[in-house]
């Protein structure tokens, strides 16, 4: 089964602090692994992706770290705001699309003053 | 450049009826994808659309089905609806479907 497993189900983190939100995958054929962010009553808004040709891609204060070997990538958040309080979803495609994707279980963060 | 739009963003139907939610790509996006979204089952994958023709297929029944037209715009049908189709039907769009997704707002559908 094409499974992305996500973790924490939920995570309260301190305005300034970091974020970590970690993802694991079995199927070795994905190689696109985007992370998005949902509002309540909105889409889900592409944060960064990265292809697993790269073990690091930096976009601002979000991070994607990827560990092929382990078959696993993790979102960091650095200096997480109020305003980063969302759901984020980690997700995974194979055959070079990004259009039929298979989606992590969900993080819900809340960042606190 | 306008985002995707979903139509209606809200609906309420009764168990056996089917339901028919349309969305409009991003001007210029080929590739049309629907997902659904529910509190246990997360955001899951019904299909893709490309050219006017189906791409790529989730797990879902075939009382789940879609099209699309020339002009891009894909439609979403539910037959026979099951109180657990209740959810948040969500449509995303790209150039050709090997780059980012774009996603609309979606449209909550509630089963009686």
């Known amino acids: 089964q094409q499974q992305v497993k996500q973790s924490p189900q939920s995570l309260i983190v301190q305005k300034g602090g970091i974020s970590i939100i970690n993802c694991a995958y079995e199927?070795?054929?994905?190689?696109?692994f985007p992370w998005y962010q949902q509002f309540p009553g909105k889409g889900p808004a592409l944060l960064i992706a990265?292809?697993?040709?790269?073990s690091e891609k930096k976009e601002g204060r979000f991070t994607i770290s990827f560990n092929k070997s382990a078959k696993q990538f993790s979102l960091h958040i650095m200096d997480s705001q109020p305003g980063d309080s969302a759901t984020y979803f980690c997700?995974?495609?194979?055959?070079?699309?990004?259009?039929?994707?298979?989606f992590g279980t969900g993080t819900r963060l809340q960042v606190t003053l | 450049k306008a985002g995707v739009t979903q139509t209606p963003r809200y609906l309420i139907k009764t168990r056996g009826q089917q339901v028919t939610l349309s969305c409009s790509p991003i001007?210029?996006?080929?590739?049309v994808s629907w997902y659904q979204q529910t509190p246990g089952q997360g955001l899951q994958f019904l299909f893709e659309?490309?050219?006017?023709?189906?791409?790529n297929k989730g797990n879902f029944p075939g009382r789940f089905s879609g099209r699309q037209f020339s002009n891009s715009r894909s439609e979403m049908n539910v037959s026979t609806l099951e109180l657990g189709d209740s959810a948040l039907y969500l449509c995303?769009?790209?150039?050709?479907?090997?780059?980012?997704?774009?996603f609309g707002p979606g449209t909550r559908l509630l089963v009686l």
């Open positions: 995303a769009s790209s150039f050709t479907g090997y780059e980012t997704q774009y």
């Open positions: 199927n070795t054929a994905f190689d696109y």
């Open positions: 990265i292809r697993p040709d790269v």
């Open positions: 997700a995974a495609d194979s055959t070079g699309t990004a259009s039929k994707l298979t």
């Open positions: 001007s210029g996006h080929r590739s």
């Open positions: 659309y490309f050219s006017e023709t189906q791409r």
